[in-house]
């Protein structure tokens, strides 16, 4: 899967809903349970 990624032949980036920062999880759990969000992605950076 990762390399189908690097090269470009999955789009895994178009299906992010929306992105988080570490300490917002709680907000992403809330988003996910009112519906509004398919798939978050909590960033460790």
Same mark, same amino acid.
């Given at each position: 899967?990762? !390399?189908l990624?690097?090269? *470009?032949?999955s789009?895994?980036?178009e299906?992010?809903?929306?992105q988080y920062?570490r300490d &917002?999880v &709680?907000q &992403?759990?809330? !988003?996910?349970?009112a *519906?509004?969000?398919?798939? *978050?992605?909590v960033l460790?950076?």
């Amino acid at each position: 899967m990762l !390399d189908l990624y690097r090269r *470009g032949e999955s789009k895994l980036d178009e299906l992010v809903t929306r992105q988080y920062r570490r300490d &917002a999880v &709680a907000q &992403a759990f809330r !988003d996910q349970s009112a *519906g509004e969000l398919v798939v *978050g992605v909590v960033l460790f950076d």
